[in-house]
């Protein structure tokens, strides 16, 4: 299996490759514009035979940036980007949109079919305060000649000097719209494409907000009309495991297991917590949803049949 390698251009990025493919790209100091709530995102993110799932950027939603640790509402903070959803007069421009700091990164390596980096960070509010320290490990690792896998493990640490509320719009009001956690857009050819459950294929707008322990969205591209697969697993001790999910596919593709979907986590000051995830590509379809899924949980250190164990 070929190896992976890790490119490590100091002071703005980090890149895993494996061979001439390009698979994905970690941007931690990112130069963005404050509205947009700056952040380290993965983008580009490839598949095996190099075609891109991730989109950057978005004209509909600038602050969609690939695959990112996005979080509409901490406290009265907006770490998500663009306008904050307010009770009672929907979405407001407020002068709250802070920043996910680069502090360092270390532990950085590569060995055989695996890689790994870890990034300490301070979330600062637009006021200069900052309300969290984090340290977050985001590892690689390949799976087939036609899959690959990220993980994603973040502990945050409340130095707000109060309780810290995790929450979302669902929380402030707003129906059916928890998103906030780790969050992936898709291409714009992927808009229309498939969202995979444990039980099928489905419609994003049935499954928006039902709980699972994993979820996929399947789509093709322009070109050469290959599909792709994506897929998020969330660990079996997040919070609120398992999680309710936010997915859209009519009006854009996007994926988010969102653990402050309509119920706040309340952090106190000097506390942490930790979350932890599974993302899949692939070069292929639903199918293939359900073998990736247990690829995924393995790599988690999950039994890759699930809570009921081998069956």
Known sequence: ???????????????VRAGDVEL????????????????PFLHPVRTRAGRLVS???????????????????????????G????????????????TQRHRRVVDVGASGGTAWFTHDLDWVARSGRTVLTERRTVGAALLSARAWALTFDTT????????????SPTTKGRENAG??????RGPRSFTGGGVVAAEGVGRAEDLRGRRAEWMAFTGRHDGDG???????????????????????????A????????????????????????????????????GDLADAVRELLGQDPHGPGGAA
């Not at 306008?83 to 802070?98: A, H, M």
């Not at 130095?159 to 995790?166: I, K, N, R, V």
Request: aromatic share 12%.
């Open 254 to 289: 996007c994926l988010n297991p969102a653990p402050f979907f309509s119920e706040e986590l309340v952090l106190a000051d000097g506390d942490a917590v930790r979350f932890r995830y599974g993302a899949g590509v692939a070069d292929g379809d639903a199918d293939d949803a």
């Open 156 to 167: 945050m640490t409340n130095t707000s000097g109060g309780d810290l509320a995790f929450g």
């Open 83 to 98: 306008p904050t959803y307010v009770r009672g007069r929907s979405y407001v421009q407020l002068d709250n949109n802070g």
């Open 1 to 15: 299996m070929t190896a992976l390698a890790l490119r490590h251009d100091i002071g703005s990025a980090l890149t």
């Open 226 to 252: 290959a599909d792709s697969l994506v897929l998020l697993v969330d660990h079996v001790d997040n919070p609120d495991h398992p999680p309710r999910w936010f997915v859209r596919s009519a009006e854009f």
């Open 55 to 81: 989109l950057f950027r978005p004209h509909d939603h600038v602050w969609h940036k690939g695959i990112a640790w996005s979080l509409p509402n901490v406290g009265e903070d907006n770490f998500w980007g």
């Open 24 to 39: 994905a790209r970690y941007d931690y100091a990112p130069d963005t514009s404050q509205v947009e709530s700056p952040k």
């Open 179 to 184: 998103y906030g956690g780790l969050f992936w």
